[in-house]
């Protein structure tokens, strides 16, 4: 603690090495009573020790609680569980033993403890006079509330008072104690150690092992779960360096804060904030300017009147963003010491501030970082999110970085998978591979495993990925892990993946997928139609980007058989005939022949509804750019019964549903028009190809290609 590099706020983490989630955190900051003491000691040659309830046995007590799932089933002769609801009483007896200040707060009229605190104790003249009336106003909330039931408060307490005797044995004639106000009359007249001993013999233990990690003022917070939180930690680290501040050097840092947000204020304003303020304290008979005083005058005169920014002034200065570190050489497991060298080579910071960071996969040091967050992430450490800006045809990766002390915990958790991060990441993918029983969560475990660079995990993925295809029969499940595999045929060169062996995988699942596709496409309801009509839309896509010949002309092929299938869903039917029209596999001729059959008086309208909307959704430009298409609807439409329209009329307006209101109005032109709804066409002869031929390299510059 005495260390020069170690500057608060830190944290004090111990935890139980075989279940480091089983852990407690002693925060510290530069004005906690704790540290002042023991540096204070530490300086002087004055022993200090710890007094409460040793966590060797408190951890194991809190081990020794049943989960839910542990309990006893047999409660069938038992009635039913009725909730029980506190009455008022019991909840303010409650809050007064988790927050006894705030009890007295509210008792004395204050609404804001904190302020209450300041006022009173912070603020006074005389504080050791302070102590002394503290203690006899705990003792007269516990006589009121006696915590006899509180089996961990007393085992404390007994701990507590068999330290102090520890040292009055010791021959030491002054010992100060540093705990909670609640427990000090229990540490004034202390009971015999007889009774004591009563509490603290026999009680279960477990192995503890501790660290220090760096800690964040917002996580000083009550709303961090932090028990003995406060409030404001900016605030009142200023009130422990700045003791005798008038006001003056707050007001000139809220200025500041402001000013970097390209919020004007002048000295003026500083000095009218400043007289306000001391005009508020004088008017409530307060000692000296509080938070509360500071706030007000701020809002009035910096902020005129609006509550808004005062959002900004509590995370900048009242709550504050700093951030404590620790000195090389505190122990750590060997990962963390791993993780903390990768951070130092990669010169990155584990910083509490939210930032964004755009790497360039092209640069071997970009690659290394982006390859560091994804094993994180592997590891279920998440101190970065992706913004998948990677894609088609950029070399660009951006994060939002995060780190939060609690991570610290889970980078402790994994050190029994390996001592350093590549090592640990890659057992812990190994078992998670193990584990999976279906192929697309398989694919997805391969694609976040190939940016972070797992060399030795690669192979194990690919064998069992081959292994789980070889059994699948879903058609859905072969499709959606297909779209994965696409992906990184197609980009995988950035991170110099293994394409011959993606490319094996890639093609056995294709195959497997277009093999069972057609007869998946029979004998489906609606709902079954329009999920694998999604999956062909995408897998269309892939088969696109690939680009690859031999794969277009089987997939071509393969639609055409769902297209000349009967049984077929009627929505699937006109799908494939739409990516067939468009794919230039069908002549003018050929659609409108289908689309004959398909819209022909003798076939139920519902279901030749269904089949125009698989062959409309998505294709707006279709029916304003082709003639025949658009004639064969228009003169379908218009044969259609008044009864028999209605019907069909909600199918319709859900086919046109997702067009944009461009596409909606040229549409709507054509249809005032009627049948003769072409004014002009558009021949061959009228275009310059080799004008035309100019665009393609620049496209494909644009696109990547």
């Known amino acids: 603690m005495t260390h020069a590099d170690m500057q608060p706020p830190v944290a004090m983490l111990a935890y139980v ?13 530069e004005f906690s009573p704790e540290w002042q003491a023991i540096q204070y000691a530490v300086k002087k040659g004055i022993p200090v020790r710890f007094m409460d309830m040793p966590l060797v046995h408190k951890l194991a007590m809190e081990k020794e609680v049943p989960a839910m799932e542990e309990l006893p089933e047999n409660t069938e002769e038992k009635e039913p569980a009725v909730p029980i609801i506190p009455t008022k009483a019991e909840l303010k007896e409650l809050k007064m ?128 779960g932090y028990g003995a939180g406060i409030e404001s930690p900016g605030w009142y680290e200023h009130t422990w360096k700045y003791p005798n501040d008038d006001s003056t050097q707050w007001l000139a840092k809220t200025a500041r804060v402001f000013r970097n947000q390209q919020k004007d204020i002048s000295a003026a304003h500083i000095i009218e904030t400043v007289r306000l303020t001391q005009s508020l304290t004088n008017l409530r008979g307060l000692h000296k300017p509080g938070l509360s005083e500071l706030n007000e005058a701020v809002q009035t005169v910096m902020c ?8 900004l002034l509590k995370t900048e200065l009242i709550v504050g963003k700093k ?78 970085l995060y780190w939060k002390p609690e991570l610290m915990i889970s980078l402790i958790e994994k050190a029994s998978y390996g001592n350093t991060i590549l090592e640990a990441t890659q057992k812990y993918v190994a078992i998670a591979t193990e584990e999976l029983t279906q192929l697309d969560q398989i694919v997805k475990l391969l694609n976040r495993a190939l940016p972070a660079e797992l060399p030795a995990s690669m192979d194990h993925l690919i064998r069992k990925m081959d292994a789980l295809a070889a059994t699948t029969t879903d058609t859905l499940v072969l499709m959606r892990a297909m ?32 093999a069972n596709l057609p007869i998946s496409c029979s004998g489906i309801n609606e709902e079954q139609a329009r999920k694998i009509g999604k999956s062909i839309r995408d897998i269309h896509k892939a088969v696109l980007l690939l680009d690859e010949a031999e794969y277009k002309t089987d997939w071509f092929a393969t639609l055409q058989i769902i297209l000349d299938n009967t049984q077929a869903a009627p929505f699937l039917q006109g799908l494939v005939l739409k990516i067939l029209h468009e794919s230039q596999q069908l002549v003018a001729e050929q659609t409108a022949q289908y689309f004959s059959l398909a819209l022909s008086e003798n076939n139920d309208p519902a279901i030749a ?27 379908w439409v218009s044969a259609l019964e008044d009864e028999v329209f209605d019907k069909v009329l909600p199918l319709l307006r ?39 031929l100019r665009v393609v390299p620049v496209l494909k510059e644009l696109m990547g290609i």
């Open 304 to 311: 005129m009147g609006a509550p808004e920014p005062l959002v």
């Open 654 to 692: 859900r086919s046109f549903a997702n067009y944009s209101p461009a596409e909606k109005s040229k549409i709507g032109e054509k249809v005032k028009r009627g049948k003769s709804s072409s004014k002009s066409t558009v021949s061959n002869d009228d275009i310059n190809t080799e004008r035309a």
């Open 97 to 224: 033993r988790r927050q006894p200040i705030s009890y007295l707060a509210e008792i004395a009229g204050y609404t804001d403890a904190e302020e209450w605190w300041e006022q009173h104790i912070e603020f006074v003249d005389h504080p050791l006079a302070v102590f002394k009336v503290l203690s006899d106003a705990m003792q007269a909330l516990r006589e009121k509330y006696p915590t006899a039931d509180s089996k961990t408060e007393n085992i404390r307490e007994a701990f507590m008072r068999t330290a102090i005797r520890k040292a009055e044995k010791e021959k030491y004639e002054s010992i100060a104690v540093v705990c909670g106000a609640w427990h000090a009359p229990a540490l004034e007249v202390m009971p015999s150690q007889k009774e004591d001993n009563q509490w603290i013999k026999k009680l279960p233990k477990t192995k503890v092992d501790a660290t220090w990690i760096p800690w964040t003022n917002d996580r000083l917070m009550f709303e961090s």
């Open 323 to 400: 951030m404590g570190q620790v000195p090389e050489g505190t122990p750590r497991s060997p990962l963390q010491r791993d993780f903390e060298l990768q951070l130092k080579k990669l010169r990155l910071k584990a910083s509490e501030a939210d930032i964004e960071l755009v790497l360039d996969l092209r640069k071997e040091n970009d690659r290394k970082k982006s390859a560091l967050l994804h094993r994180l992430n592997l590891l279920d450490i998440p101190w970065g999110r992706s913004n998948d800006r990677q894609g088609k045809g950029t070399f660009k990766e951006t994060w939002r």
């Open 17 to 29: 090495p075989d279940n480091p989630q089983q852990a407690v955190f002693y925060p510290f900051t």
């Open 609 to 635: 509804a269904l089949w125009l909307e698989g062959f409309l959704s998505e294709a707006a430009m279709v029916l304003i750019l082709d003639e025949n298409i658009w004639q064969i609807v228009f003169n």
């Open 483 to 514: 779209l994965p595999l696409v992906n990184i045929r197609k980009y995988g060169n950035v991170r110099q993946t293994d394409q011959e062996m993606i490319g094996f995988i890639l093609n056995s699942t294709f195959y497997r997928m277009i």
